[in-house]
């Protein structure tokens, strides 16, 4: 039988290798550290939360959720964290900041120089590039 050869690179389900080999195909693999793993958690829930972006309908959504939730207990259980713990600091910010359910999307800050704004957007300047005072507001 002819094979085709595909570049992975990525994490996969424990259980998804042997699904696969059961239909015919053979899968190279090699055990991480510590150290390889979180970082390849940390790439998995970027695309996780990619397909979450692009999920169009709500089976789909669930399903990439789902996703994105197996790749957080996973980054828990490495680093031996509390899910307590994240959800004590998940309520601390909610109470301190606020949630996202008043679905306000800011278009534009304007910061007084020197401020905490300030110090923060030019920390990030390819998240929050700074534009004259000129520019259109979107």
Avoid at 29 to 53: G, I, N, T
Avoid at 75 to 85: R, S, T, V
Avoid at 95 to 121: K, L, N, Q
């Amino acid at each position: 039988m002819k094979m085709r050869r595909f570049k992975q690179n990525k994490l996969w389900r424990d259980n998804a290798p042997v699904m696969m080999e059961k239909h015919g195909s053979v899968i190279h693999f090699k055990q991480l550290s510590d150290q390889e793993f979180d970082h390849e958690l940390r790439s998995k829930l970027l695309e996780e939360a990619d397909e979450v972006k692009a999920a169009s309908s709500n089976k789909m959504l669930i399903e990439e959720l789902a996703d994105l939730y197996e790749v957080i207990d996973s980054l828990i259980a490495l680093h031996k964290i509390d899910k307590d713990q994240i959800l004590r600091a998940q309520e601390q910010k909610r109470d301190e900041r606020g949630g996202f359910m008043g679905r306000a999307y800011i278009t534009v800050a304007d910061h007084p120089e020197g401020s905490f704004g300030v110090e923060y957007c030019l920390a990030a300047p390819e998240k929050y590039p700074e534009i004259a005072f000129e520019d259109d507001i979107i």
